[in-house]
């Protein structure tokens, strides 16, 4: 049983949070925890057969099911980039993605059945608004012809936006494929920001946009914001916000840009001068994190704003929201069945991700056969770390008393050895330690990959991948 001290003040927490020292030491490299184990841990030992006897065994789930499809083509290159893409402008390149990935939608569907009803859908990218009108209601069609979609008023089918790929009759299109939410990729405002990253796009196309999603009644709106940007500093920051701000959006998603040039290599057009230090990066989180809050958005944790009457806040404050490769997610669907090139499922206990090579990915599509790349079965011990972590990371607690329960053994005893670096946190001010339950504090909250990583077994080798946590 841990000792329970004494938790760390808000306020002096707030102090300690802009303290250099405490940044130096929680400023590391760490996963977002979209899933555990991390996708590093995939291994090609996985092999399709694996996948198919997943996918043969989830056919008779009752539960609902997710989709979520890649579509890596991008007209342009964001500098940030650290996304799976093919940037072109081919034509044909649609064409060719689409009849590929309508073989994928038949061998999937032969094998999961089409009786699932389908809650989430998720269209993601690269730019899924690549496609045009007439391949995305093709892409709609495949769908429906191969699994069972939704309509239910609960349905979640969402798409990310690129705003210099749509205009509002391109959303009126959308709109009647049934999707009913939205995600714009909006990074920031500022031109001499947009100029750094190469990704330029007008604000008032933005504001156009907005009010056309609204008037087509589209049940919820997302923005992603990104900060550590180059040229990026608390005064354009501050000036990205009032313009988000005043558009009100459902969610929020405020991502820390990750400088890796070395496995991204878009991020080499980046000078490093241009990018702000870690002390400025924090100043940046606090200002957004502030603004937002003042603004009446709840911070759920691990980059994300939401409106208080949002699913996902419902969901944290009864205790099951749930992270998947998309983000925070309604615990609407249980398993996720990813579709095109790079794509990852988690079905069940496997993790299967889809070849990430375009051409690797046809070959394997032209041979009849799924296009596993790698993935993994998780072990009753990935199971166990993973309950943790996904609790912290979606819940901001565990409870010891439910952990105990569920895998029939002492959470203490079995994380006996971290137990003085989670003491050392609650002494920093990020985890309050009680009788049965370990909480994430609201500093905590800013640092939760770092909570997260305590209980990651897998990290002592894979840290240099990551991008920082602050
Ligand atoms: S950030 Fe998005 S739009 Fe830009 S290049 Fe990457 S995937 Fe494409």
């Known amino acids: 049983m ?48 694996d996948y198919e006897q997943h996918l043969n065994t989830a056919r008779n789930d009752a539960a609902p099911l997710s989709l979520y499809v890649h579509v890596p083509f991008c007209r342009w ?155 990026q500093h608390c005064d354009t920051l501050n000036r990205t916000l009032d313009d988000i701000i005043s558009l009100l959006p459902d969610r929020i998603a405020l991502y820390h840009y990750a400088h890796l040039p070395t496995r991204f290599p878009a991020q080499r057009a980046i000078e490093k001068h241009t990018l702000p230090s870690s002390v400025e990066k924090l100043a940046m989180l606090r200002l957004a994190n502030e603004r937002l ?70 070959r394997l599509l032209d041979a009849g056969q799924l296009p596993i790349d790698k993935g993994l079965i998780k072990s009753p011990e990935d199971q166990l770390r993973a309950y943790v972590i996904m609790q912290l990371a979606c819940n901001l607690n565990i409870s010891t008393q439910v952990f105990a329960e569920k895998f029939n053994i002492s959470f203490w005893e079995k994380f006996a050895d971290i137990q003085p670096k989670l003491e050392e946190m609650q002494q920093d001010g990020l985890i309050i330690i009680a009788h049965a339950s370990i909480t994430v504090t609201e500093l905590g909250r800013m640092m939760l990959r770092n909570v997260c990583m305590v209980f990651d077994q897998y990290l002592k080798t894979q840290t240099q991948s990551y991008s920082k946590t602050i």
Not at 105 to 124: D, E, K, M, Y
Not at 314 to 321: A, F, I, P, T, V
């Open 77 to 231: 290159l964001c500098y940030y980039c650290g996304c799976n893409k093919v940037v072109t402008k081919k034509p044909g390149a649609g064409r060719e993605y689409l009849d590929h990935i309508a073989i994928e939608i038949a061998l999937l569907s032969q094998r999961i059945g089409n009786t699932r009803q389908v809650s989430q859908l998720h269209f993601g990218g690269g730019t899924p608004t690549y496609l045009d009108d007439a391949e995305l209601t093709e892409l709609i069609h495949l769908l429906a012809s191969h699994f069972n979609l939704g309509d239910g008023k609960e349905r979640e089918y969402s798409i990310e936006i690129d705003p210099r790929t749509v205009t509002p009759d391109r959303l009126a299109l959308l709109r009647g494929l049934g999707f009913n939410r939205l995600s714009f990729g909006i990074q920031d405002t500022d031109p001499d920001v947009q100029r750094a990253i190469n990704r330029t796009q007008r604000t008032d196309q933005i504001i156009d946009l907005v009010g056309a999603a609204r008037s087509y009644r589209f049940s919820s709106i997302s923005f992603d914001l990104i900060y550590g940007l180059p040229k």
């Open 293 to 362: 809050i003042e603004a009446g958005y709840v911070y759920i944790g691990m980059d994300h704003f939401v409106r208080p009457n949002d699913e996902l806040a419902r969901c944290q404050k009864e205790g099951h929201l749930q992270r998947n490769f998309q983000g925070y997610s309604t615990t609407l669907a249980p398993d996720v069945l990813g579709i095109g090139v790079s794509a990852i499922s988690a079905i069940g206990d496997c993790y299967a991700q889809n070849s990430k090579d375009l051409t690797d990915y046809y």
């Open 2 to 49: 841990a000792s329970i001290a004494t938790p760390t003040e808000p306020r002096a927490s707030a102090v300690r949070g802009t303290d250099p020292g405490f940044i130096a030491k929680y400023s590391t490299q760490g996963p977002r925890y979209t899933s555990y184990p991390t996708a590093l841990e995939f291994s090609e030992q996985f092999t399709v057969a």
